[in-house]
């Protein structure tokens, strides 16, 4: 056999790197299963989608139904209006192994004129208590109210957290990482955001498109996975399996 055939067989055979989209809304996609199916040919082989409203609640659990979709479900700060359904998380999660998380729940700037911080922090709170009787992890929003976050984060010592968009600082980041919770990077790579990578232990990173809210699809996560792998001298495919166990771990998959 010629060199270059021999080569050539050898790339064919090789895996992908086996990525995860540790962060986004599938059923907000017009044709949710045309992306799941696009996205897995890519290598992405894992995705957590997540509810936050009664609807997309409902949304994320039926996309449980693709192989490799996991789900968590919660009531997020911009639908508050929704908690009196906060009781019906626990059925949900012990009805369906692939749902993993609650979430994303925590708190929103921009709807403390609506909601004030008060209510933000008990709904937000309620829904922590639900995770800690389950033993599953926590998926955070924080926009805008990091500080106010980490503090309830600490109320709650036995519960994991995956800090959903990192928005905080490096210093929050090595804070909260070494309490053992998941800081979750997407696609838009800030300088702190930039300095986390840098900085923190690889064991302690996910990464996420939240797309289509933020990211096209989560197939964006590659641009991410290849800063993080120059950042670190690490190969691309170790950094892609490296993340996925992380993921996996902490969410018991
Ligand atoms: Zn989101």
Not at 87 to 116: A, C, H, T, W
Request: one cysteine or more; charged letters at 25%; a negative charge.
């Amino acid at each position: 056999m010629s060199q270059l055939s021999s080569t050539m067989i050898k790339e064919t055979a090789m895996e992908l790197p086996e990525m995860s989209d540790a962060h986004c809304h599938l059923e907000l996609f017009k044709h949710p299963l045309e992306i799941i199916e696009r996205v897995r040919s890519e290598g992405i082989r894992m995705i957590i989608t997540s509810g936050g409203t009664v609807e997309g609640n409902m949304g994320a659990v039926e996309m449980t139904g693709y192989d490799g979709v996991f789900a968590t479900v919660g009531i997020d700060p911009s639908a508050i209006g929704d908690a009196d359904r906060i009781e019906d998380l626990e059925m949900q999660v012990r009805s369906n192994p692939k749902i993993i998380g609650i979430g994303e729940i925590g708190l929103d700037s921009k709807y403390i004129d609506r909601y004030g911080l008060d209510l933000q922090r008990d709904i937000f709170r309620k829904q922590i208590n639900i995770a800690e009787e389950l033993d599953i992890p926590v998926v955070v929003h924080a926009r805008g109210m990091m500080k106010h976050v980490v503090e309830i984060v600490h109320e709650f010592p036995r519960v994991r957290f995956m800090m959903h968009f990192f928005d905080g600082t490096l210093e929050e980041a090595q804070k909260l990482a070494g309490m053992g919770h998941l800081i979750s990077i997407p696609p838009r790579l800030s300088s702190n955001r930039k300095k986390v990578i840098k900085h923190l232990d690889i064991s302690n990173i996910v990464v996420e498109t939240d797309s289509p809210v933020a990211g096209n699809s989560p197939s964006d996560v590659k641009e991410t996975l290849e800063f993080i792998s120059k950042m670190k001298g690490i190969s691309f495919y170790d950094v892609a399996s490296m993340i996925t166990g992380n993921l996996k771990r902490f969410f018991y998959i």
